[in-house]
């Protein structure tokens, strides 16, 4: 057997990584974390509870890291071209894309639901939440105002509120709910507006 390269053993602690969060996420998704302990945790990955604290410091590590990718994908829907600017077709295609994810991430979907109705798990993540959440509710925000907008704080937080229960309805029944129709309403909503 010839040794590995350097580009190898990346490539291999990679997916390796990305496995334990894949098993994270769906084992917090369906079981909340704390229910969940490190050894299920890395028997759901198929390593060793050893290898698993090689990549990850501990369960907090983890949810914090799965929750910096999560806000890292949803800002990247939210300003595709990175200039912090919120344009109207953004707005539609977010909607587009938030959707898209969540129904092709039920897994991730129910575990961001869980992280929000558990005030305790919350705490842990308080800082990142503070962290994630700024730039992208300064864009809606500064948008809303550019808009025109009566009172752009309670549009940001009317769509916050328009969004975290679609998903919520739609991932306690992903088969029944019209999570489609439901996106088309909310664009046509805010189409009405210039």
Do not use: W
Request: with cysteine.
């Amino acid at each position: 057997m010839c040794p590995r390269t350097k580009e190898q053993f990346d490539l291999i602690r990679e997916n390796k990584k990305e496995q334990i969060l894949n098993a994270a996420i769906e084992c917090f998704g369906t079981r909340g974390y704390y229910s969940v302990t490190i050894s299920q945790l890395a028997k759901h990955a198929g390593i060793s509870k050893g290898l698993l604290y090689n990549y990850f410091s501990s369960k907090e590590d983890l949810l914090k890291q799965i929750f910096q990718s999560l806000m890292r994908d949803f800002m990247g829907f939210l300003d595709p071209d990175e200039n912090g600017i919120l344009e109207k077709h953004e707005l539609f295609e977010y909607f587009d894309k938030v959707f898209d994810f969540l129904q092709n991430n039920i897994s991730l979907g129910k575990m961001y639901i869980s992280i929000f109705s558990q005030p305790s798990v919350q705490t842990i993540l308080n800082e990142e939440i503070v962290v994630a959440s700024r730039q992208p509710l300064g864009m809606m925000l500064r948008y809303f105002e550019s808009q025109g907008f009566e009172d752009p704080e309670v549009e940001v937080a009317f769509l916050g509120t328009l969004f975290s229960g679609a998903m919520s309805e739609f991932l306690s029944d992903p088969e029944h709910f019209p999570l489609e129709k439901i996106k088309i309403k909310i664009q046509n909503m805010y189409n009405m507006y210039k």
